[in-house]
């Protein structure tokens, strides 16, 4: 697992400045009526205008710049131009931008307009699990400290967390070492982290079944029970007295 200079460091703040600042925008953007093509534009578009490169085209032979997944859709889905985003949606945008040579990612969940009170009470639940999760990161502590509190938050609100997606290192690649768990079920391993490690912690909490399944697009998860799901990301710098939030947009 690397530990990233002060110079890759500098990088990685503004390739995630520009996920983040793009993301913002797009709340401010993002309404009913709007198809999630159009969203996917406008980012490709601003990505390219502050001289970087989507993350995600041509990952894995992913065709598109972002990721934008409604309601019960989990993660990983596709924006097309019949896809129309409704009054009371939950939409999740997630974002990769590489910039000199380094990745940032991160991904918001945004309640189109007035959701009901179950898709309010998920959001809230996933963002509060997403900064307990955050608030766990310093030099010395375990990566199993930031999936406990995770775990903590989700249970709570009696929530179930998905466990087949996980967090990621990141860097010069999009996801490197390690894996950064949302729970402790199916985690094998334990890291002491150290400052100067980078990685995302990323969430996804569902309404009812943590099971998922992927369409035959071959890209789009969803909930197998139809549930809804929700999901915050961040990507996260180590340091000595605790964490910086690189996808804060300042
Ligand atoms: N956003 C996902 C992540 O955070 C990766 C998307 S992969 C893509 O790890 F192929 F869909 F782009
Ligand atoms: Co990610």
Redesign the pocket.
């Known amino acids: 697992m690397q530990i990233k200079s002060d110079k890759e460091i500098k990088i990685m703040r503004h390739s995630s400045y520009i996920v983040s600042k793009i993301l913002d925008e797009i709340e401010g953007i993002i309404k009913p009526g709007v198809t999630t093509k159009d969203i996917d534009n406008y980012a490709e578009y601003r990505i390219k205008e502050m001289n970087a490169e989507p993350?995600?085209?041509g990952?894995?032979g992913?065709l598109?710049s972002i990721?934008i997944s409604i309601n019960n859709e989990v993660?990983?889905g596709i924006p097309t131009y019949q896809r129309i985003i409704m009054f009371g949606d939950i939409v999740k945008v997630?974002?990769?931008v590489y910039y000199q040579g380094f990745h940032g990612?991160s991904?918001i969940t945004i309640p189109i307009n007035k959701v009901s009170l179950e898709a309010s009470r998920l959001i809230k639940a996933t963002k509060e699990a997403l900064y307990a999760g955050i608030k766990k990161v310093k030099e010395g502590h375990y990566l199993s400290d930031i999936a406990i509190a995770i775990e903590k938050v989700i249970h709570k609100y009696d929530y179930t967390i998905v466990e087949e997606?996980t967090?990621?290192g990141i860097g010069y690649n999009?996801?490197e070492e390690p894996i950064i768990f949302n729970s402790l079920s199916n985690q094998n391993f334990d890291i002491k982290l150290k400052a100067g490690m980078i990685f995302?912690i990323?969430p996804i909490v569902n309404q009812k079944s943590k099971y998922t399944k992927i369409l035959s697009d071959g890209?789009t998860v969803v909930t197998i029970d139809h549930g809804l799901s929700a999901q915050f990301?961040h990507t996260v710098l180590v340091t000595h007295k605790g964490y910086e939030i690189l996808t804060n947009k300042n």
Do not use: N, P, V
């Open positions: 993350s995600f085209k990952y894995c992913y598109h990721c993660s990983h997630d974002i990769g990612d991904c997606y967090g990621h999009l996801h995302t990323e890209w990301e």
